[in-house]
């Protein structure tokens, strides 16, 4: 079990700008730069939602904060019915050193770089059901992977390595895409409310994030219905 986190993230992007090219982090003062125009209204639990056709994606430029080597949560809410021919990525730390992703068959997949190839979580469940999904990854070395999806485990693993920056591709955060070997998997859908921390997600952090993001739903719809 991971401790409670005692701060919050590095990155919240709420995707709620609804234009241009720029989207900001509600946090860090980090800006994420659009490859082109993509906005989806109403979001999937805000103002707008992030819409990615494959192609399009955002990045941050790296920072040694960016780059957490024994800890870290990739979290973010997704909505997708198909993927690209080798999946969909939500978020990666630069270098591809982890990604939470779709595989190109709708499992999630949560993978870290050792130095030498891959160590992966898939879940057994599949989400290419167009349905609003939240899904964490959280990494500790010591403890390992634990990946949720809507507060409920769909994966997990024991390790120990510290997290790998030497594979190369992007010196970049990416949201919606993975561009160094062995992927350059551009996401097909929605995106929203993504999170990076330096820290991994108790179950209470966990659940807080997903009862959060319901919140906002259901404020959003009954600002509809009025």
Not at 29 to 40: A, E, I, P, Q, T
Not at 119 to 130: M, R
Request: charged share 10%; hydrophobic share 35%.
């Amino acid at each position: 079990q991971f401790q409670a986190a005692t701060v919050g993230p590095l990155v919240s992007l709420p995707f709620d700008e609804g234009g241009g090219t720029t989207a900001n982090s509600t946090v860090g003062g980090y800006v994420c730069n659009l490859s082109s125009v993509g906005w989806g209204s109403p979001g999937l639990i805000g103002a707008s939602s992030f819409s990615l056709d494959g192609v399009r994606y955002c990045t941050i430029a790296s920072t040694p904060a960016l780059r957490p080597t024994t800890q870290f949560t990739l979290a973010g809410w997704f909505k997708a019915s198909t993927t690209d021919t080798g999946g969909g990525t939500i978020v990666a730390l630069p270098n591809d050193a982890a990604i939470l992703y779709l595989n190109n068959t709708g499992h999630l997949v949560c993978q870290l770089y050792n130095g030498v190839s891959f160590n992966s979580v898939v879940s057994a469940p599949t989400y290419l059901n167009n349905v609003k999904t939240f899904a964490s990854c959280s990494y500790q070395q010591g403890t390992g992977i634990v990946m949720r999806v809507n507060h409920t485990t769909v994966g997990a693993l024991s390790l120990s390595i510290p997290i790998d920056y030497s594979l190369g591709g992007t010196e970049n955060v990416e949201v919606g895409r993975s561009s160094g070997s062995p992927l350059d998997y551009g996401f097909i859908g929605i995106l929203d409310q993504v999170e990076i921390r330096d820290t991994p997600l108790s179950d209470a952090d966990d659940l807080a994030l997903y009862q959060q993001g319901l919140t906002l739903v259901r404020r959003m719809i009954g600002t509809v219905l009025r």
